[in-house]
C-alpha cells in the first residue's frame, strides 16, 4: 500500500530495535530500515523515540529489545519532542509505557507542519 500511495508523511506504531544476532532479513536490527527498503524508503529521513525497552538474559547473554513510534518524512524534519502518556499503577496489567511522538515538518510552498 505504501508502494502504491507513496505518502509524504507516514506514521508508525510499535517499531522495534533489537539485539537478537541473525533474526533479521535485512542484516539490521532496527525495524526501521526493515519499513524503509519496503517503502523503497531511501527518499525518506525518519526519527523513532522508544516507548519501552525489554530485557532478558540466557545462555547467550543479555538481550534487549526497545519498542515505540517513528515517523517517516519525504520533505526535511526540523525538530521533534515526545510526550510520555501516563500509566494506571494500580492496574497490573498496564506494564507498558505509552508516549506520543511529535514533528515539525517543512513543506515547500506550505511552511511547518506539525505532526
Known amino acids: 500500500l505504501v508502494k502504491k500511495e507513496e505518502p509524504h508523511v ?4 510499535e517499531v522495534r530495535y533489537d539485539n537478537y544476532p541473525g533474526r533479521h532479513p535485512y542484516d539490521t536490527n532496527h ?3 526493515h519499513l524503509r527498503i ?6 525518506y529521513q525518519f526519527v523513532f ?16 529489545q526497545m519498542e515505540g ?8 524534519v526540523l525538530y521533534t519532542e515526545y510526550l510520555r502518556l ?7 496489567v498496564d506494564e507498558h509505557q505509552r ?9 515547500p510552498d506550505w511552511g511547518v507542519v506539525n505532526v
Open 69 to 76: 513510534p517513528a515517523i517517516f518524512s519525504r520533505y526535511t
Open 38 to 43: 519496503e517503502c523503497d524508503g531511501a527518499q
Open 49 to 64: 523515540q522508544p516507548a519501552m525497552t525489554y530485557m532478558q538474559h540466557d545462555m547467550e547473554g543479555i538481550k534487549y
Open 10 to 13: 507516514i506514521g508508525w506504531q
Open 86 to 92: 501516563t500509566r494506571n499503577k494500580a492496574d497490573p
Open 99 to 107: 508516549i506520543c511522538l511529535g514533528a515539525a515538518i517543512f513543506v
Open 31 to 33: 525495524q526501521m530500515e
